[in-house]
């Protein structure tokens, strides 16, 4: 069991308070301590363009969690940047020469807080394997695809909703020459039915207001190559929400389907080439 305020009490850690939106550390920075939330939550967040101008929340981490136990092992730079979602209070220690004197000091404490890391390394760790046999079925699937177009693009949807429990899903594409439009290409509800609904969005970005199923759980997925943001998969839930592994799953399977998809459009640009040329 973790005694919180014996660790709280102890100076070999140190109390962090964060604002709403603070950095707590930033993708590269180093940093070799453990941290435990005390209060509210923390996001674990990866940029999403080269610049740095946007990111994507990967997790949430809540009270009492530990993260960044990696730095037991190992001084690399941070892969992930963590921002608090709220006003939020931490416990760090130097996961070196700080835990190594705390546990000399507090025996009994220290073998405490050695457990409760193992317990929580290994909790990441089985969201990890699903995280792992997830993608290992979608590799499958799209290894599996013998033409790239949109009728099996379509079945590679339906499978995906097999695969991580999804009710039905849409997939949308940006309007090639208006900015601010969107075309619904797929309803997985409609199978295999190609659609050319458009919607028109605000600030170039979809919200699920713009497709009226507000009252549904829902996940939205930008499928993008580097910073060219072309296409969008919408995942839907009519009696769950999305947790945090469910959305690495998805995050994870994006990838994927970002650049089997940019493929499908530079076959198509090939063969209307040929077309136009004859």
Known sequence: MLHIQFLKD??????THLEINEVL???WDLDNNIYIILTWEVSVEKYTTSKKDESKMLATLWKN??????ALNSDKPKQV???AKRKTVLLSINATKGLDNFSKKNPEEGLNLLKYIIHISNMRLLKSNELITANFKVTQEILNIEEINNKNIFKLIDKLEEIINIDYSLYLEKNAVLENYLVIKYDSREKWKMKDEIIEVTDKKLH??????????H????????????WYLVYFRKYSNFNDND????TSIS????????????????????????
Not at 65 to 70: K, P, R
Not at 247 to 250: E, F, G, H, N, R
């Open 255 to 278: 990838t994927w389907f970002s650049w089997l998809i940019k493929e499908k459009r530079m076959l198509e640009e090939e063969r209307n080439k040929a077309y136009m040329e004859n």
């Open 208 to 217: 699920l207001l713009e497709l009226k199923l507000q009252d549904t759980f």
């Open 247 to 250: 959305i690495k799953v998805l």
């Open 25 to 27: 550390f930033d993708e």
């Open 81 to 83: 940047k963590m921002v």
């Open 65 to 70: 969690e530990i993260f960044w136990e990696a």
């Open 219 to 230: 996940n939205i997925q930008p499928l993008t190559i580097w910073d060219d943001e072309l």
């Open 10 to 15: 102890s100076w070999y850690f140190k109390e």
